[in-house]
Nanobody, 117 residues
Framework: VQLQASGGGLVQAGGSLRLSCAASGRTFSDYAMGWFRQAPGKGREFVAA????????NYADSVKGRFTISRDNAKNTVYLQMNSLKPEDTAVYYCAAGLKLDEYDYWGQGTQVTVSS
């Protein structure tokens, strides 16, 4: 599976962004999808995940109520809607695909999200 993330940018605190991750190469609907992030000087952090059908979603506590993960299997794309952004959300965001909700075998390149205070 090849993954291409997009939609990052610079936004003020309280603003919104929507990240997209387009998949190709395998049957997209076979895979659970996840979003992760890595801030400067920190390790990679789980953000959100969605099952192949979209029926199950998991979120990190730090983003619950602010971020929403969704997918469109007809478009081979997963999204991360990010609202009420905070400076601590600043990171490179990565999408990932795996056959299980908590195991990821394929990773996309990152997209930078910067939230100014």
């Amino acid at each position: 599976v090849q993954l291409q993330a997009s939609g990052g940018g610079l936004v003020q605190a309280g603003g919104s962004l929507r990240l997209s991750c387009a998949a190709s190469g395998r049957t997209f609907s076979d895979y659970a999808m996840g979003w992760f992030r890595q801030a400067p000087g920190k390790g990679r952090e789980f953000v959100a995940a969605i099952s192949w059908s979209g029926g199950r979603k998991n979120y990190a506590d730090s983003v619950k109520g602010r971020f929403t993960i969704s997918r469109d299997n007809a478009k081979n794309t997963v999204y991360l809607q990010m609202n009420s952004l905070k400076p601590e959300d600043t990171a490179v965001y990565y999408c990932a695909a795996g056959l299980k909700l908590d195991e990821y075998d394929y990773w996309g390149q990152g997209t930078q999200v910067t939230v100014s205070s």
